[in-house]
């Protein structure tokens, strides 16, 4: 078997872990809603997980949990280590993620990020004005 | 084969589950959505081998994110505006950069050793040590847990650290939360009655 087949059987999950991954980072940049662009970034997160127990699959292996059976092929253990403290550092990350948009929503009143920005622009202009002509008065 | 065949199933749910992720507006669906996809690949992990993994994502992933998404919904807007102006454009530059993302990515993708070969140096680096060695010199059956509690403590230090560091983040993010969201509610509600 040979040509775009044998890619396709050999590295089955990585191109469809790719897919996952730009699905989330589509999700990251296109989507204006906050809460939204945070499941997209777990998304993405959870494709990056998928793609380095695939590296640490082995065929015909098995879970890397030690057996009195000598002629085991074992998986390789380090991958699952990374993504087991990968793993708890994501759900932290979303944890503070979620509180930032928390705070924006009592801040803004909204979680569409279009339109905080708005307001911010709309915002930052009249207290510029605002300084500069106070600090004229003060003179 | 039936690795191969669970695997192509799980990963066209997972495309399909995304799918539905970029479709859906109700924020509770988006939210219950990923925690669906929490759970399928936490069943992939268990085909890949990976049961440790699997579980802490089925807990961890699954449960405490979907469930901490919820609690912060119960303060959200439980709707995404659709009607906004202007987003055609930032959804084609999406498009452009993900899709030229993604194809870099792939022509790395196929130029890397096929999916369980166990001649792959990431399998015969450092691995073989750690599973033939540790069984005899810690009697930890799981290799995984000897890794991570012993040969790698430092890193699963610096693990709960950062844990403990977003904790404190989120503990002063939210101080006084409760409150400020109460009264500011009780304010729109007043607005709303009038």
Redesign the interface.
């Given at each position: 078997m040979t040509g775009p087949l044998a890619?396709l059987?050999?590295?089955?999950?990585?191109?469809?872990?790719?897919?996952?991954?730009?699905?989330?980072?589509?999700?990251v940049?296109?989507?204006?809603?906050l809460?939204?662009k945070?499941?997209?970034l777990?998304?993405f997160q959870?494709s990056v997980?998928?793609f380095y127990?695939?590296?640490?699959?082995?065929?015909?292996?098995?879970?890397?949990?030690?057996?009195k059976a000598t002629d085991v092929?074992?998986?390789?253990?380090?991958?699952?280590?990374l993504?087991?403290?990968a793993?708890?550092?994501?759900?932290?990350?979303?944890?503070?993620g979620?509180?930032?948009?928390?705070?924006i929503?009592?801040a803004f009143?909204?979680?569409?990020d279009?339109?905080i920005l708005a307001m911010k622009a709309a915002a930052s202009v009249p207290r510029a004005r605002r300084d500069a002509s106070s600090s004229e008065g003060a003179q | 084969m039936a690795v191969f065949w669970t695997n192509i199933l799980l990963l066209v749910l997972l495309v399909f589950i995304l799918g539905l992720v970029i479709k859906t507006r109700r924020l509770f669906a988006v939210v219950i959505l990923a925690g669906g996809y929490s759970l399928v690949s936490a069943a992939m992990f268990v085909n890949l081998d990976a049961v440790d993994v699997a579980f802490t994502e089925a807990a961890v992933g699954a449960g405490i994110s979907t469930v901490l998404f919820l609690a912060a919904m119960a303060y959200l807007p439980a709707q995404e505006k659709t009607t906004r102006p202007g987003s055609a454009f930032t959804t084609i530059a999406a498009l452009v950069i993900c899709v030229g993302a993604g194809l870099l990515l792939v022509m790395a993708a196929i130029e890397l050793p096929a999916i369980g070969d166990p001649n792959a140096p990431a399998q015969i680096h450092v691995a073989p040590r750690y599973l033939e060695e540790s069984g005899s010199f810690l009697h930890i059956p799981n290799v995984v847990t000897t890794v991570l509690a012993s040969y790698r403590g430092f890193d699963t230090f610096g693990e709960t650290v950062v844990v403990f560091t977003a904790g404190l983040g989120v503990l002063v993010l939210l101080s006084g939360f409760t409150r400020t969201a109460r009264s500011t509610k009780r304010d729109s509600e007043g607005e709303d009655g009038q």
């Open positions: 890619i059987a050999d590295s089955w999950n990585y191109l469809v872990v790719i897919c996952l991954m730009m699905g989330g980072l589509f999700i940049i296109s989507q204006q809603n809460v939204k945070l499941v997209g777990a998304i959870t997980f998928l127990i695939s590296v640490g699959k082995v065929a015909g292996g098995t879970a890397p949990i030690l057996m092929a074992y998986s390789n253990p380090l991958p699952h280590v993504i087991l403290t793993i708890v550092v994501g759900v932290a990350t979303t944890a503070l979620l509180a930032l948009v928390l705070r929503n009592a009143g909204s979680i569409e279009d339109e | -």
